[in-house]
């Protein structure tokens, strides 16, 4: 129903095995599950802001962009770096099954929360079997 992508994942991987270094960190890591009747997803955003975050669906594409901005100043003199800060960006593929128009967002102690129920449309329902009573006909001999 849900499916992750992240098209330079095998680049990374390649990179750090050919030259035995690090490739870049997972800046957005994320958990994905289902609870009852919607997918719940959460990203680990620490120390950016709330204004930052921009939600996207377009086509069953949902898009996560975040911004973590420097926090030192022109002047300042950084000692260790180690920290990821930029602009992020995470893609998930949502499945048919899901209802991209209710997604739900919520944002607290640096974790952004989307819960996103399965659309009515997939969830099971009983079908009705109708049958039809014919009158008995009588026959004159």
Not at 11 to 34: E, I, K, S, Y
Not at 82 to 106: T, Y
């Amino acid at each position: 129903m849900l499916m992750r992508t992240d098209p330079f994942r095998e680049l990374d991987r390649l990179a750090q095995q050919v030259l035995g270094t690090t490739a870049r960190p997972a800046a957005m890591p994320m958990d994905a599950w289902q609870d009852g009747e919607e997918f719940v997803v959460a990203f680990d955003l620490p120390g950016v802001a709330v204004d930052s975050v921009d939600i996207d669906i377009e086509r069953n594409v949902l898009t996560v962009k975040a911004e973590r901005t420097d926090p030192a100043g022109e002047k300042t003199e950084l000692i260790a770096a180690e920290r990821p800060r930029g602009v992020f960006s995470r893609q998930l593929i949502l499945g048919d099954a899901l209802d991209a128009d209710a997604v739900k967002a919520s944002y607290d102690a640096g974790v952004l929360t989307l819960r996103i129920p399965v659309a009515e449309k997939a969830k099971p329902r009983r079908i009705e079997i109708a049958s039809e009573k014919t009158p008995r006909q009588e026959i004159n001999a």
